[in-house]
């Protein structure tokens, strides 16, 4: 596949070229990513491959590949967040703004990171203990003040600890219940703020609650105000659910309730491998691309946000390499999105003859035709 893509890229003019034909076409995208993205290389059998860079020189990256927009959990708003007082929370937010203002920088959204804390080991809104999820929607309502200064209505939710290790733990009726409950606590709290729950079948839990687009949007439907209830896919979560991420898009745009995108990429049923977009799987990178193109994604003003991380063998001076080739990647796609042979693709449909629209697609991404 690797070989695959050096060709792909090698039939394709450079994108540093501002003449280039599809990218006065392609501009209504705008790239978003979280300052987690620039990591240092841990993995759970090994320490850090790179210093920590300071939350100024990743805004100063962000800047320089052309991204115009950053994702923040609360605690990457406002560090150590749990110690701090809801005067001291506002007036740091405050602060994050005013820098995001004098760079042009966009808050994309707030997420609460709900699966750190000493509260939230047996889960956040789904705990057996009453005192930690009244933990989990007391933070969650600190996340959704923060969205408020940085000038997002978007709240992600990336349910990371509701479910099990152990079924018969928790009542899974229950936890239905419990997540509506929390989701309601944070509807009420704030009048204008979105949801968007953004699903994953397992890791860190064995098996989650909210494994698929199809559970997020159903869960909608249970809450107080469901028009504010959406989802955010993320390409490796619904590989990790066997599921084809561009079905997850169209299904959520037809629900118009696809409100942001974590794009990555991820080879198979193991761990969250957080890889650049397209480095797997080009065709099922292309189809997301043309799901988005045919959603016509981003008409609101919503991110392409690209959540990968750097190989843990990446060195300081290419550490922000995964971003602008998930980018270029993403750009050079959507040109062989729209310059795919719509006349031939239905041809072949009308003919019902699929083995010539599979020889179609793999040689137009081969750069022949
Ligand atoms: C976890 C994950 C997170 C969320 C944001 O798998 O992808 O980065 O996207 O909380």
């Known amino acids: ?68 927009a950053m994702m923040f959990h609360d605690d990457d708003a406002v560090p150590d967040i749990d110690g701090k007082s809801a005067a001291q929370i506002a007036r740091e937010a405050k602060e994050l703004k005013k820098r995001l203002d004098g760079e042009g920088v966009t808050a994309e959204m707030v997420a609460p990171r709900l699966w750190f804390s000493p509260n939230t080991i047996d889960g956040a809104y789904t705990s057996n203990d009453p005192k930690h999820r009244q933990y989990a929607i007391d933070r969650s309502k600190r996340t959704i003040d923060i969205a408020r200064i940085l000038g997002t209505d978007l709240i992600v939710l990336w349910l990371a ?86 079905d997850e898009i169209d299904f959520a745009m037809a629900f118009d309730k696809l409100w942001s995108l974590h794009l990555n990429d991820q080879n198979g049923l193991k761990f969250d491998q957080y890889k ?21 994604y981003g008409r609101n003003g919503e991110f392409i946000c690209f959540d990968v991380h750097p190989f843990r063998t990446t060195t300081t001076e290419h550490w922000s390499a995964h971003l602008s080739n998930s980018r270029r990647t993403f750009d050079l796609l959507v040109e062989k999105a729209r310059s795919l042979d719509e006349k031939k693709v239905q041809a072949c449909v009308s003919r019902r003859d699929y083995q010539a629209l599979d020889q179609l697609v793999i040689e137009h991404l081969l750069g022949k035709g």
């Not at 240092?40 to 939350?55: K, L, N, V």
């Not at 239905?176 to 994953?200: C, Q, S, T, W």
Request: some cysteine; proline content about 9%; aromatic content about 8%.
């Open 276 to 296: 650049p977009f397209g480095s797997t799987n080009l065709r099922v990178a292309f189809n997301q691309v043309r799901a988005l193109e045919r959603n016509q």
């Open 1 to 68: 596949m690797q070989r695959l893509v050096r060709i792909f890229l090698a039939a394709c003019p450079p994108l540093h070229n501002s003449t280039h034909p599809f990218m006065a076409k392609s501009n209504r995208y705008r790239f978003c990513a979280g300052p987690w993205n620039w990591s240092p290389g841990q993995d759970p059998y090994g320490p850090t491959t790179r210093p920590e860079i300071s939350f100024d020189e990743k805004l100063r990256e962000l800047k320089r590949i052309g991204f115009e």
């Open 161 to 246: 600890r509701e479910g099990t290790y152990l079924r018969e733990s928790k009542s899974g009726r229950r936890s239905v219940d419990l997540l509506v409950a929390a989701f309601d606590a944070m509807l009420a709290h704030d009048k204008k703020i979105r949801l968007a729950i953004e699903p994953k079948p397992n890791e860190p839990m064995d098996v989650a609650y909210v494994p698929t687009i199809g559970h997020a949007l159903a869960i909608a439907q249970l809450t107080r105000d469901p028009k504010r209830v959406g989802c955010l896919i993320e390409s490796a979560h619904s590989l990790l659910a066997g599921l084809d991420p561009a």
